[in-house]
């Protein structure tokens, strides 16, 4: 039994680890804002397909309604607003390794926010991996810094993991009682609605979704149907049928794989150059978040990106 769950972990991890090669593909052809709309949109569809009892969305009262709204904007819209702006002018190893800093800086905000309590190897573990980030988007010249000539993109990634910082958060301090399927709905689609502003901006100044001169491909279409089923469909089913068989502390081991696979694809599938800086930064950002975690989990570890 055990195998089996190990297994859908394991393709969790993929699928999460995959959406930024998939992400890539995307970005050839469609700008941004349709690749994040699409995205989750096309997921809250499935999902609401999938929910058998359909009274239940109904009889939900207002202030759980605003405040899923609200997280939606951290966890979705604001998040990969930054994230896919971030990822079209970076590369896809850079925001493998970044994301992996996201339960540290979920630990940071709950800790300003008074609930969490930093420990000294918490907060030394944070020093180590936001080290590893400026190696990384500094190529090991801190000149970089100091001219602020470093890649937007990279900025812009980092941007992404403090929105779902701040959605990790409010999820913990919120109670939300809703079941798992219809939490992930209303998720996706209040996340996927407010993108239309940004996706009406875009129809109006550019005519078009997808870049001049490009047309939609069968590998760009495969690219968006990976991230909506793979990414923020399947991912999740498996990913919370581990922590039902095998405790979420345990299934929540399997995402530290996520940065790796990143990095993996990015670098045989999509061919990004990784020079040595590179996997120096991606070494110190593992070692800080190992030595951040020496003794507990962070609970933020539990709620996956999207």
Known sequence: MNIKVYAALSLSAFFWGGSAIAGKYALEVF???????????????????????????????????????????????????????????????????????????TLLIAAMSGMEHVKSWQLLGLVIAYLGVTITITGGDLDILSAASYNFGDVMLLVSTLCFGIYNVLIKRWIIPLPGMIRMFYLFFYGSI????????????LQSY???????????????????????????????????????????????????ITVILSVFVLKEPAGMFKWIGALVIVAGVMVSNRTTMTKSQTTPLP
């Open 31 to 105: 700008v941004p804002s349709i690749v994040t709309f699409l995205r989750f949109f096309i997921a809250a569809i499935i999902i609401l397909l999938l929910i058998k009892d359909k009274s239940k969305l109904i009889h939900i009262d207002l202030i759980t309604h605003l405040r899923m709204f609200i997280t939606a904007i951290f966890g979705v819209t604001l998040c990969y607003y930054f994230y896919f702006n971030g990822l079209n002018g970076s590369s896809a190893f850079n925001a493998g390794i970044i994301e992996a800093t996201i339960p540290l800086i």
């Open 194 to 205: 407010a993108f239309l502003p940004w996706v009406l901006i875009d129809s109006f100044h």
């Open 210 to 260: 997808c870049y001049p001169g490009k047309s939609i491909t069968l590998v760009s279409i495969a690219a968006l149907l990976f991230m909506s089923i793979g990414g923020s469909v399947l991912a999740y089913l498996f990913f919370n049928h581990g922590i039902d068989e095998i405790g979420a502390t345990k299934a929540a081991s399997f995402i530290n794989l996520v940065p790796f």
